[in-house]
């Protein structure tokens, strides 16, 4: 059974940072690529940034290009956010999603079959 667990999320002030953590089993972590995606209050998801399975393919959104980093740790079966120099527009449910195969694409492309039940960032002084 896949799951995909997001945690780490909370309330941060304007030019701070949080760090996202998605733990996953029930599947071979080190031979998928995965991704993370985030809603906001309402609007549509919004793709994040992508990893390939060995972490060596990263792509990121224009709008968190510079200040979110992705990186994923396969002996843990691991996946991260670093979320730096945070906005308030980065308040949104952040989501971990696994990919059907191996490889990451620009802008969030590929498809997708299994994310958790999200975590929440909110921004705010």
């Known amino acids: 059974q896949v799951q995909l667990v997001e945690s780490g999320g909370g309330l941060a002030q304007p030019g701070g940072s949080l760090r996202l953590s998605c733990a996953a089993s029930?599947?071979?972590?080190?031979?998928?690529?995965m991704s993370w995606a985030r809603q906001a209050p309402g609007k549509g998801l919004e793709w994040v940034s992508g990893?390939?399975?060995?972490?060596?393919?990263?792509v990121y959104a224009d709008s968190v290009k510079g200040r979110f980093t992705i990186s994923r740790d396969n002996a843990k079966n691991r996946l991260y956010l670093q979320m730096n120099s945070l906005k308030p527009e980065d308040t949104a449910l952040y989501y971990c999603?696994?990919?059907?195969?191996?490889?990451?694409?620009?802008?969030?492309?590929?498809?997708?079959?299994?994310w958790g039940q999200g975590t929440q960032v909110t921004v705010a002084s």
């Open positions: 999603r696994k990919m059907i195969d191996h490889r990451v694409r620009a802008g969030g492309g590929g498809e997708y079959d299994y």
């Open positions: 990893i390939n399975d060995d972490g060596s393919d990263i």
């Open positions: 029930g599947f071979p972590f080190n031979i998928y690529a």
